[in-house]
């Protein structure tokens, strides 16, 4: 009886993260650039039930009575970095991603570039001397490290070269993994790569005037939290029959 308290506590327990990361799919959804997260689940080992001291030539026979489970708990909380849709914005240094691969920017506070992080959300600005910058103030990355675009005429090619007035300044440093689980999410919509993280090549396109839209499909994330919802419920109201089994079984056996 007590096994049912816990493997519905773990159920309630697993429902709780998994709500945590829909709530934060959903305050995502309009995020440029955004990569969903999913959860994997996985269920403990079942058990072989046995029912001892039936009759047999045996003093102690088992009988198999089938298996009973122990509950799931969360396997995994992985990104999902399929790609989104792209929004027309017109501005020369919108630039969306079609394929796979990354900007790479610098942290806003670290001059020496030893650090090194990885964005899809090319909502790019300059600052007040020209240098290129995410919205969070994160300078981007080219070639040459930082960018800095003299005033004029700016237009990007599909290759992320910057131009000018038609003057060729650098070449955005664009980069793609062979394992994007290998990515780690952090602030303002970065990733960080792990030290088993294996670059290649970028094989994308970029396109100018254009933002890669959230992946989060919002209908889908209110299924699934209408779904882990009501699961939690049915592990809530089993832990209450329990207690309430529990409670009389105590009251019975303590009047006699």
Known sequence: MIKGLYTSALGMTT?????????????????TGFKKDRVATRAFTEELLVRLGDSGDAPFTSVPMG????????????????GGGLRKTAAPLDLAISGRGFFCVAPADNESLDTEMYTRDGAFTLSSDGLLLTKEGNPVLGLNG????????????????IFSNDEFIDRLRMI??????????????????TVRAEQVGFTGRITS???????????RELTNMISTQRAFEANQRMITAHDTILNRVSNDLGRK
């Open 15 to 31: 429902m709780m993260r998994q709500m945590d990361v829909i709530a934060d799919n959903l305050a995502n959804v309009n995020t």
């Open 176 to 193: 793609d993994f062979a394992d994007t689980h290998e990515l780690r999410k952090g602030e303002n919509n970065l990733f960080r790569a």
């Open 67 to 82: 298996r009973i489970s122990q509950g799931v708990f969360i396997d995994d909380i992985y990104t999902d970095h399929t």
């Open 209 to 219: 005037g254009y933002l890669e839209a959230s992946n989060v499909n919002s209908v």
């Open 146 to 161: 930082m960018i800095r675009i003299p005033p004029g005429n700016i237009t990007v090619s599909n290759d992320g070269s």
